[in-house]
């Protein structure tokens, strides 16, 4: 019974609901300065086999109505490279090390980044009827996922936006 309820819902939302979204190409995003090169071991808890994937999010930005000439994407570049210098560990890549335990190799590597556009706005989602929560028809657009192959936790970005 819930199932079908939810496939209505879905149905319901998937025909009330319809905008293009403009993915672009994924791109690194590296740290402004040089960082040390270095190996960090996970914790026990961090390196636990269960834990071992990425967390798919959608960030949400509207424009910026006081400063429309401020592009959220130039800014968002911007800040990631300043930040990870001083959190240097984000830009590098998960390796398997010789005694099987997972290390950050400190690398510089720099996060994944990808931009998309819809042609919707915030209050739009959250009008329609359910909210914009799952069970949310239009995730597959706005989800990116496996760029580059990396949908092993090794070797991979540590961080998608």
């Not at 496939?7 to 939302?13: C, I």
């Not at 403009?22 to 808890?45: A, C, D, G, Q, W």
């Not at 209050?123 to 760029?147: C, E, S």
Request: glycine fraction near 4%.
């Amino acid at each position: 019974m819930y199932r079908r309820a939810t496939e209505l819902q879905s149905s319901k939302m998937a025909s009330i609901l319809s905008f293009p979204v403009h993915v672009r190409r994924p791109e690194l995003v590296r740290r402004e300065t040089t960082t040390p090169r270095e190996f960090k071991y996970l914790s026990n808890i961090d390196d636990q086999i269960g834990v071992r994937n990425h967390l798919p999010f959608v960030h949400l930005y509207p424009p910026n109505k006081s400063s429309p000439a401020q592009d959220p994407v130039v800014l968002i570049k911007e800040a990631l490279a300043k930040v990870m210098v001083h959190y240097y560990p984000v830009a590098g890549r998960l390796r398997n090390s010789d005694n099987g335990k997972l290390v950050v190799d400190c690398c510089g590597e720099g996060v994944a980044f990808r931009e998309a556009d819809a042609d919707i706005s915030t209050a739009q989602l959250r009008k329609m009827d359910g909210g914009f929560k799952p069970p949310f028809p239009m995730w597959d657009r706005l989800l990116v996922d496996d760029i580059w192959g990396s949908c092993s936790i090794t070797d991979s970005p540590l961080l998608h936006i």
